[in-house]
């Protein structure tokens, strides 16, 4: 995004900007809201559909393992910073601790006998034999059920009977057949060359299980990090899942090796920082709360959280009280962006908090600083930032996995982890989302808006890299560029493979087909008329049936990797009839107008095509007329037109002034097929649980898996359970 100068200054297309001062503790960011009317739009995943196996593929390069159980427990619960600890390790009976559990024949005949054997190792912790009582209200499409789920005793109000995600300690997931285990065990001597994890479907599946609970934890919970563990047989793996990555243990032969035992006694009796929760937030007072709630119009019983945010310049804090909000979950690994509306106790009156993981980078700006100076300069349509900066935390509640991918024992083939640090913010505006327009003329001006601000903010040396619908809110009929996180400066562009910056759906069909390309101003502008189509075909009528509105989304929008629906969509332009949006004509001619910008900027003209093209001095007007019909003639002319913002904003304000809009055509959510748990068109919204091989399996392994089949999620109320 930039850089700093020695003088501090921070450089931006050779232009010295003067920073902020830097706060003096803490501060926090915003996140999109939850809408079921929206897909997961997730900023550094590819997938589109979001199935377990998805998940599994997209989490192999941030994991890190196998570490020593001697290092991990050193490293994360070291017994100098537990009061009085007493070590479980002499408790510990070799081949008898557990001998109940290793009679099971079957996966289903562990929990029971394995949850009556480690009690005694930590009586402060109750474990939950879940597989059959699971969460559906999680953040995902489907059913939350790890097979045993533990609770801690500090746990305000009564034990959950099954799981219950948002207050959760930790998941434990058994397995019975090796081929479902991703975690491989790789000679001493060649751990620098190979992966530890598996590539197999069923191997994945299994990662994408376990990090989808780690994930639906990290979601509803203010934690910094997590803790699980991994059963197959014999044999554990402890896990720690933070917003980097996540790191593994060695397999544990917990019949004979007292390291699991010695670790669930920790766990049990470790301070709040080591176990995960996050300090920096407190519970308010009964007052505070209530007139938190009144504010926010919020329902007596939800819970409040409240963390004092410091000053950028003064350094005087803006305490704010909020709730966490439904958010839909994705991988482990990623922002962990929470964002809502906030109560600011001191002004009595509600601003946006922003609560997030944001990369780490020698040309990253943090978005906080990115606010300031782009409302020092009087750009419009972006709200003001109040507060911002790295939370202050204890440094086991940083993240680890930077770390540890150096260490000697970590496989490193396909290993790629990115460096993320918690940060807050605070915007002053409080707003609608893109998705509740009251009418097709506020989306489009709300779009022209962005535009504007966008041209502005690239002038100044500033590239967005995110125009997705998440990003754009609607104050006061007009729209605010938000979410300036992957922004970068001009001078320093560069291909980003490892973060692919912008939200899949609206990427541009250039970065959809490259992963190693640039992000340039052309591919924004792109976004831009994505976000336009998505809306208006996904919340407004259109003469398309259920069946063809459902392939033309799934089509162009949630295409595999390589874009070929975005750019079939292009070329062919089939889809887009003059009759697609009949109440709507001058909605249709600007995304035709649109369409064919874009379309033969993608054009690629042979060397004689050139040659077709004439002057108009030496030509009659025969002549030049067939020259502009020629694909060679709109290739140069969308060329010059994508060279600055102009033509595409003149677009935008020529359609807007133009004839007469519709009034209250407001966002109505469209029908689509949906798709059930094996990926096929069906009766049931879910995501994808396993792949279709595993038909294939015996019927007993059926039997087996089948109490962890999907269902829907709904929404649920946190409670405030910040144990200290």
């Known amino acids: 995004m930039g850089h700093a100068t020695e003088d501090g200054h921070i450089q931006w297309q050779g232009m010295p900007v003067s920073p902020p001062q830097p706060p003096a503790t803490s501060s926090s960011t915003p996140i999109k809201p939850s809408n079921p009317a929206d897909r997961l739009f997730s900023t550094f995943t590819h997938f589109c559909h979001l199935t377990l196996n998805s998940i599994g593929k997209n989490m192999i390069g941030s994991m890190v393992g196998p570490m020593p159980i001697k290092h991990f427990l050193e490293s994360f619960f070291p017994t100098s910073h537990i009061p009085r600890y007493c070590s479980m390790a002499n408790s510990f009976k070799k081949g008898v601790s557990f001998k109940q559990t290793l009679k099971a024949t079957g996966e289903l005949d562990m929990y029971e006998p394995f949850i009556k054997e480690v009690k005694p190792f930590a009586p402060e912790l109750h474990f939950i034999n879940s597989h059959a009582r699971g969460d559906k209200k999680n953040g995902y499409d489907f059913e939350i059920k790890p097979d045993v789920s533990v609770y801690h005793e500090s746990l305000d109000g009564p034990i959950p009977a099954g799981c219950d995600i948002s207050n959760l300690d930790m998941h434990i997931e058994f397995k019975w057949h090796r081929f479902d285990n991703p975690f491989l065990a790789p000679s001493d001597d060649d751990w620098d060359q190979v992966a530890f994890l598996g590539c197999s479907d069923t191997?994945?599946?299994?990662?994408?299980?376990?990090?989808?609970?780690?994930?639906?934890?990290?979601?509803?919970?203010?934690?910094?990090?997590?803790?699980?563990?991994?059963?197959?047989?014999?044999?554990?793996?402890?896990?720690?899942?933070?917003?980097?990555?996540?790191?593994?243990?060695?397999?544990?032969?917990?019949?004979?090796?007292?390291?699991?035992?010695?670790?669930?006694?920790?766990?049990?009796?470790?301070?709040?920082?080591?176990?995960?929760?996050?300090?920096?937030?407190?519970?308010?007072s009964e007052d505070e709360a209530t007139s938190a709630r009144a504010k926010l119009g919020l329902q007596a019983d939800m819970p409040m959280f409240k963390t004092a945010i410091p000053g950028s310049d003064d350094g005087s804090p803006l305490s704010v009280i909020f709730t966490i909000p439904d958010v839909l979950s994705s991988t482990p690994a990623c922002h962990g962006t929470h964002a809502c509306p906030t109560y600011d106790h001191s002004g009595d009156h509600m601003v946006f908090f922003k609560d997030s993981w944001h990369v780490n980078g020698p040309d990253m700006i943090p978005e906080g600083k990115i606010y300031v100076e782009l409302n020092r300069n009087h750009i419009p349509y972006v709200p003001t930032c109040l507060r911002s900066g790295n939370v202050q935390c204890?440094?086991?509640?940083?993240?680890?996995?930077?770390?540890?991918?150096?260490?000697?024992?970590?496989?490193?083939?396909?290993?790629?982890?990115?460096?993320?640090?918690?940060?807050?913010?605070?915007?002053?505006?409080?707003?609608?989302?893109?998705?509740?327009?009251?009418?097709?003329?506020?989306?489009?001006?709300?779009?022209?808006?962005?535009?504007?601000?966008?041209?502005?903010?690239?002038?100044?040396?500033?590239?967005?890299?995110?125009?997705?619908?998440?990003?754009?809110?609607?104050?006061?009929?007009?729209?605010?560029?938000?979410?300036?996180?992957?922004?970068?400066?001009?001078?320093?562009?560069?291909?980003?493979?490892?973060?692919?910056?912008?939200?899949?759906?609206?990427?541009?069909?250039?970065?959809?087909?490259?992963?190693?390309?640039?992000?340039?101003?052309?591919?924004?502008?792109e976004s831009s008329f994505w976000v336009l189509l998505w809306m208006v075909v996904m919340f407004s009528m259109s003469s398309f049936s259920i069946e063809e509105h459902s392939n033309f989304i799934r089509g162009t929008f949630e295409s595999a990797p390589g874009g070929e629906g975005k750019w079939s969509m292009l070329v062919s332009q089939q889809k887009l009839k003059k009759d697609l949006f009949p109440d709507w004509p001058l909605l249709y001619q600007l995304l035709k107008d649109l369409v064919?910008?874009?379309?033969?900027?993608?054009?690629?003209?042979?060397?004689?095509?050139?040659?077709?093209?004439?002057?108009?001095?030496?030509?009659?007007?025969?002549?030049?007329?067939?020259?502009?019909?020629?694909?060679?003639?709109?290739?140069?002319?969308?060329?010059?037109?994508?060279?600055?913002?102009?033509?595409?904003?003149?677009?935008?304000?020529?359609?807007?002034?133009?004839?007469?809009?519709?009034?209250?055509?407001?966002?109505?959510?469209?029908?689509?097929?949906?798709?059930?748990?094996?990926?096929?068109?069906?009766?049931?919204?879910?995501?994808?649980?396993?792949?279709?091989?595993?038909?294939?399996?015996?019927?007993?392994?059926?039997?087996?898996?089948?109490?962890?089949?999907?269902?829907?999620?709904?929404?649920?109320?946190?409670?405030?359970?910040?144990?200290?």
């Open 394 to 525: 204890w440094p086991e509640q940083e993240m680890q996995m930077m770390k540890y991918a150096e260490s000697p024992w970590a496989c490193r083939q396909g290993l790629s982890i990115t460096s993320h640090t918690h940060y807050w913010l605070i915007l002053d505006v409080v707003r609608e989302r893109l998705t509740n327009f009251t009418s097709c003329r506020e989306l489009v001006q709300a779009i022209h808006d962005v535009l504007l601000a966008h041209q502005l903010a690239y002038a100044l040396g500033l590239l967005h890299c995110d125009i997705s619908t998440g990003n754009i809110i609607i104050l006061q009929g007009h729209g605010y560029l938000i979410d300036w996180d992957l922004a970068e400066a001009r001078n320093i562009l560069k291909p980003h493979q490892a973060t692919h910056t912008g939200t899949w759906q609206f990427m541009s069909a250039h970065l959809v087909k490259d992963a190693s390309a640039t992000h340039t101003f052309k591919d924004d502008l």
């Open 596 to 724: 064919d910008l874009f379309a033969y900027d993608y054009y690629t003209p042979k060397d004689s095509d050139w040659n077709l093209l004439v002057s108009s001095e030496n030509h009659s007007l025969r002549e030049i007329t067939l020259m502009q019909a020629l694909p060679i003639f709109h290739h140069k002319q969308s060329i010059e037109r994508l060279q600055n913002h102009d033509y595409i904003i003149k677009c935008f304000v020529t359609h807007l002034n133009s004839g007469t809009w519709p009034e209250n055509d407001i966002a109505v959510m469209q029908h689509l097929m949906k798709i059930n748990c094996w990926g096929e068109e069906g009766s049931s919204n879910v995501g994808i649980l396993k792949s279709k091989h595993i038909l294939g399996r015996i019927l007993e392994e059926e039997e087996e898996r089948s109490h962890k089949r999907v269902r829907p999620r709904h929404g649920r109320h946190k409670k405030c359970n910040t144990r200290t």
């Open 203 to 284: 191997q994945q599946d299994t990662l994408g299980q376990i990090g989808a609970y780690a994930a639906a934890q990290l979601t509803s919970q203010l934690r910094t990090h997590a803790f699980s563990l991994y059963i197959l047989c014999n044999t554990a793996h402890i896990i720690q899942w933070d917003r980097e990555g996540t790191v593994i243990t060695k397999p544990i032969l917990y019949t004979t090796n007292p390291s699991l035992v010695e670790w669930f006694s920790q766990y049990s009796k470790v301070p709040p920082e080591l176990h995960s929760i996050d300090t920096s937030v407190s519970c308010p």
